[in-house]
């Protein structure tokens, strides 16, 4: 852009003046949205299903399912030979490291995992 501006001898004097660029800010969520960040659903195409008919579409719904999760649906899900959890959490939930510290885990253990990392989760989107 250029602006002229006579000078009190009336000369001309020709200013330019580069365009600012335009920073785009990501503005921050209200709170609410925050927290809803750590629930957030998966595509219904990629709920996990229990071998007993419950879907799971986020962390939160796992552990809750798992506090209530009779022995022989877990022992299908988690055994010597696979932890579907883990799988899951690692191939749709994108969480590598929850994954691996979920792997070789029994019920118990896997649910507080779960919940101390969406309480940590919480807790970082806080600061």
């Known amino acids: 852009m250029t602006i002229k501006k006579k000078n009190y001898e009336e000369e001309t004097l020709e200013i330019h003046i ?3 660029a335009k920073h785009r800010v990501r503005p921050r969520p ?14 219904e195409g990629k709920a996990f299903f229990t071998n007993d008919g419950k879907r799971i579409h986020n962390l939160t ?3 809750s399912t798992l506090e209530h999760m009779e022995d022989h649906v877990f022992t299908y899900h988690v055994n010597a030979e696979r932890n579907d959890f883990s799988n899951w959490i690692h191939d749709v939930m994108g969480q ?4 691996e510290a979920i792997r070789k885990k029994d019920k118990d253990h896997i649910r507080l995992e779960i919940l101390g990392h969406v309480v940590k989760k919480f807790m970082d989107q806080r600061k």
Request: aromatic fraction near 4%; proline fraction near 12%.
């Open 18 to 20: 580069p365009r600012m």
């Open 61 to 63: 719904e796992l552990a």
């Open 96 to 99: 590598k490291q929850l994954a």
């Open 30 to 43: 209200p709170e609410h949205q925050k927290i809803e960040y750590i629930h957030t659903n998966v595509p």
